[in-house]
């Protein structure tokens, strides 16, 4: 699994710092469904993605969906457990807890990147 942040472009503003993305499909399987909660910042990425369920979840979601240039063109926010959606014209999608305090609403058409970190012995370095 890779780790690393997501960065707003122009300005590199950093919207998660602590970013979980998901490729494999045990990983993509599992994603949040062994999680309680998120800490403010944390995220899991799912590239090559466009639909989401949170069966068994035990929170809701905020969704953001990316275009292949992975610019911000949809957000769903509140999404409860239980629920399913498609977002359309969507290539990846990032979640978070819901309750995310930026307007990632007035961030539409923005493009993001994502860094990468190295993992250490700890854990993300």
Request: charged share 20%; proline share 6%; with cysteine.
């Amino acid at each position: 699994m890779k780790y690393g942040r997501l960065l707003l472009h122009p300005e590199q503003f950093c919207l998660w710092h602590e970013v979980h993305v998901l490729t494999s499909f045990p990983q993509r399987l599992v994603g949040l469904l062994t999680q309680r909660g998120l800490p403010r910042g944390h995220a899991y990425w799912f590239p090559s993605c466009s639909a989401v369920h949170s069966w068994g979840m035990h929170f809701a979601l905020d969704i953001i969906g990316l275009d292949r240039q992975q610019r911000i063109v949809e957000i769903r926010r509140n999404v409860q457990p239980s629920s399913v959606l498609r977002l359309k014209g969507v290539s990846s999608i990032i979640e978070c807890e819901a309750g995310y305090p930026y307007p990632l609403e007035s961030m539409c058409g923005r493009r993001v990147t994502f860094e990468e970190r190295e993992v250490g012995y700890e854990g993300v370095i």
